[in-house]
């Protein structure tokens, strides 16, 4: 915990039922007796990011962020679907987004400059950029600048390494890929480090998976804007844009006006929604 005066302190939870996240402002009160500091409530949350339980319920991630940014690299292979799940709840929640591609300086990454113009499209800004050679982070700082930022992403994408650059000054492992390339879990919770140009940077452990909470999701574009921009063409208003006649989503995936792997994330993602709500029971379903 950091009080008002910048001081970080060791601070526990007091009671079973406070859930506080990263980014969380929290009320505090000192136990002289035990020489401790019991955060005893969670102040209004300004935003929050959540993520879907199997029960198809919301757990937040961190709180009090307006950037979101998703870090990808050549290595370990990226998994469009999960950015954009990401970027469905960073919609969803009402917070910027930010693609950006590390590791850079690798030859495979030249492979990914359709995908990452496919997200320029879709209104998403992106930037590549490198931890192990200092390209790009200086703009990659300046994007990042005054706000309250918090990176996600796969695994070894090395947003550990990059935030070692951006903030010298923090104590931060630094962790690599497995023998089948894929990241190891460097970092285990979540942690929030202030920027020098002003801002903070919260840390977020890699995942292999991500699911929105389904209940943030707006519910006919499910945060897709280019779902929610041409479903106005639609002949009918509650369109799942999977098999309804006349949908204007699928007809614009069928002639390439709408990316077919951004549509398919789409019918994905709609697929989760229908299995979540399903699991979440008739009386907790999103009636938006």
Same mark, same amino acid.
């Given at each position: 915990m950091r009080d008002a005066a910048g001081t970080d302190h060791e601070a526990r939870p007091f009671g079973r039922r406070l859930q506080a996240v990263c980014g969380d402002r929290v009320s505090c009160e000192a136990d002289a007796a035990h020489g401790e500091v019991h955060a005893t409530g969670v102040l209004p949350r300004q935003s929050v990011l959540e993520r879907a339980n199997t029960r198809g319920g919301a757990e937040a991630v961190v709180a009090n962020?307006?950037? +979101?940014? %998703?870090?990808? =690299?050549?290595?370990?292979? *990226?998994? *469009?679907?999960?950015?954009?799940?990401?970027l469905c709840a960073a919609s969803s929640a009402g917070l910027a987004a930010l693609v950006v591609v590390n590791k850079c300086e690798l030859p495979e990454a030249a492979a990914l400059s359709p995908q990452l113009a496919v997200w320029r499209d879709a209104g998403y800004g992106t930037l590549a950029c490198s931890s192990a050679t200092g390209e790009g982070l200086e703009a990659l700082a300046a994007a990042l600048r005054g706000h309250d930022a918090v990176f996600v992403g796969q695994s070894g994408v090395g947003k550990s390494s990059l935030i070692a650059r951006l903030v010298p000054q923090a104590d931060i492992a630094v962790g690599g890929l497995d023998r089948d390339a894929e990241g190891r879990h460097t970092t285990t919770a979540s942690k929030l480090y202030d920027l020098p140009g002003g801002g903070h940077l919260l840390d977020s452990p890699g995942v292999r998976d991500f699911a929105p909470a389904i209940a943030a999701l707006e519910r006919r574009s499910l945060g897709f804007p280019e779902v929610g921009e041409l479903s106005a063409g639609c002949?009918?208003?509650?369109?799942?844009? +999977?098999?309804?006649?006349?949908?204007?989503?699928? %007809?614009? =995936?069928e002639t390439g006006a709408f990316d077919a792997r951004r549509y398919e994330s789409y019918?994905?993602?709609?697929?989760?929604?229908?299995? +979540?709500?399903? =699991?979440?029971?008739?009386?907790?379903?999103?009636?938006?």
């Amino acid at each position: 915990m950091r009080d008002a005066a910048g001081t970080d302190h060791e601070a526990r939870p007091f009671g079973r039922r406070l859930q506080a996240v990263c980014g969380d402002r929290v009320s505090c009160e000192a136990d002289a007796a035990h020489g401790e500091v019991h955060a005893t409530g969670v102040l209004p949350r300004q935003s929050v990011l959540e993520r879907a339980n199997t029960r198809g319920g919301a757990e937040a991630v961190v709180a009090n962020i307006d950037l +979101l940014v %998703t870090v990808l =690299a050549p290595e370990p292979r *990226p998994d *469009p679907f999960i950015i954009d799940r990401y970027l469905c709840a960073a919609s969803s929640a009402g917070l910027a987004a930010l693609v950006v591609v590390n590791k850079c300086e690798l030859p495979e990454a030249a492979a990914l400059s359709p995908q990452l113009a496919v997200w320029r499209d879709a209104g998403y800004g992106t930037l590549a950029c490198s931890s192990a050679t200092g390209e790009g982070l200086e703009a990659l700082a300046a994007a990042l600048r005054g706000h309250d930022a918090v990176f996600v992403g796969q695994s070894g994408v090395g947003k550990s390494s990059l935030i070692a650059r951006l903030v010298p000054q923090a104590d931060i492992a630094v962790g690599g890929l497995d023998r089948d390339a894929e990241g190891r879990h460097t970092t285990t919770a979540s942690k929030l480090y202030d920027l020098p140009g002003g801002g903070h940077l919260l840390d977020s452990p890699g995942v292999r998976d991500f699911a929105p909470a389904i209940a943030a999701l707006e519910r006919r574009s499910l945060g897709f804007p280019e779902v929610g921009e041409l479903s106005a063409g639609c002949r009918f208003i509650d369109c799942r844009h +999977l098999r309804e006649p006349d949908c204007a989503v699928r %007809t614009a =995936a069928e002639t390439g006006a709408f990316d077919a792997r951004r549509y398919e994330s789409y019918r994905r993602l709609r697929r989760l929604y229908e299995d +979540l709500q399903a =699991a979440a029971g008739p009386g907790k379903r999103d009636r938006r």
